[in-house]
Antibody, heavy 127, light 107 residues
Framework: QVQLQESGPGLVKPSETLTLTCTVSGGSISSYYWTWLRQSPGKGLEYIGYVYYSGSTNYNPSLKSRVTISLDTSKIQFSLRLSSVTAADTAVYYC?????????????????????WGKGTTVTVSS | DIQMTQSPSSLSASVGDRVTITCRASQNIGSYLNWYQQKPGKAPKLLIYAASSLRSGVPSRFSGSGSGTDFTLTISTLQPEDFATYSCQQSYSTPLTFGGGTKVEIK
C-alpha cells in the first residue's frame, strides 16, 4: 500500500526558502501526478502545485513566482521549494498522490483527485 | 480562479441523522467535483470523486450528487466516526480550489 511521508524543517525564518520532501513508499512514482497542498490554521486547503512523473509541472498562479516542485525518481521522492517566505506561509503542508483521468486524445478538463495523502508537516515562519 | 462555497459552515447532528452538505461553484464545472473528509490533526481522505463516484472502501452511506454549479454530499445515517470536516474540491481547471469546509459536530 502506497504511503507518503513529508519531511523538512518545522521552523523557517522570514525571507528564507522553505524546502520539503515527500518520500513515496510501497509503490511506483510512475504514471501519477504528485501534488503539494497546504492548510493555514483554521482555513481551507490550498493547492500549491503538482509534478508529473515526466517532470512537467503546474503551479498555483498565486505562488508561481516563488514555487518549484521537482521529482527525484531514483529516490522515489518529490520536493517543494518555496522562496521568500513570510508569516502568511505558516501552514500544515501536505503531499498527495493525484490521479488524473485523461481520456485518449481528449482536451481538458480532466478529473483530478488526491487519493493518497501524507500525514502533513507543520511549518512555522518566524524569526 | 473558480470559487467554491460550502454551506453550512458547520452543523450539529445526532447519530442516525441524515446530513446534507452543499457546495456551489462560481461557474459551471460539470461533474469535476470531489469530496474529502478530514478529522482534527489528520490529513484529508477522499470520499467521492467525479461528483458521484464512491471511492472504493468508503461506506455506502456517503453519496454525492449534482452537476454544473450545485453539488451535494449526503450521509444517509450519521455514524460516530463521521463527525469531521468535509470539503469539496473542483478539478475543472487549475488552480484546483477547495471549499471552506463544513464541520459536522455532535448535537
Amino acid at each position: 500500500q502506497v504511503q507518503l511521508q513529508e519531511s523538512g524543517p518545522g521552523l523557517v525564518k522570514p525571507s528564507e526558502t522553505l524546502t520539503l520532501t515527500c518520500t513515496v513508499s510501497g509503490g511506483s512514482i510512475s504514471s501519477y501526478y504528485w501534488t503539494w497542498l497546504r492548510q493555514s490554521p483554521g482555513k481551507g486547503l490550498e493547492y500549491i502545485g503538482y509534478v508529473y512523473y515526466s517532470g512537467s509541472t503546474n503551479y498555483n498562479p498565486s505562488l508561481k513566482s516563488r514555487v518549484t516542485i521537482s521529482l527525484d525518481t531514483s529516490k522515489i521522492q518529490f520536493s517543494l521549494r518555496l522562496s521568500s517566505v513570510t508569516a502568511a506561509d505558516t501552514a500544515v503542508y501536505y503531499c498527495a498522490r493525484t490521479i488524473v483521468v485523461v481520456p485518449p486524445g481528449m482536451p481538458p478538463p480532466y478529473y483530478y483527485y488526491m487519493d493518497v495523502w501524507g500525514k502533513g508537516t507543520t511549518v512555522t515562519v518566524s524569526s | 480562479d473558480i470559487q467554491m462555497t460550502q454551506s453550512p459552515s458547520s452543523l450539529s447532528a445526532s447519530v442516525g441523522d441524515r446530513v446534507t452538505i452543499t457546495c456551489r461553484a462560481s461557474q459551471n464545472i460539470g461533474s469535476y467535483l470531489n469530496w474529502y473528509q478530514q478529522k482534527p490533526g489528520k490529513a484529508p481522505k477522499l470520499l467521492i470523486y467525479a461528483a458521484s463516484s464512491l471511492r472504493s472502501g468508503v461506506p455506502s452511506r456517503f453519496s454525492g450528487s449534482g452537476s454544473g454549479t450545485d453539488f451535494t454530499l449526503t450521509i444517509s445515517t450519521l455514524q460516530p466516526e463521521d463527525f469531521a470536516t468535509y470539503s469539496c474540491q473542483q478539478s475543472y481547471s487549475t488552480p484546483l480550489t477547495f471549499g471552506g469546509g463544513t464541520k459536522v459536530e455532535i448535537k
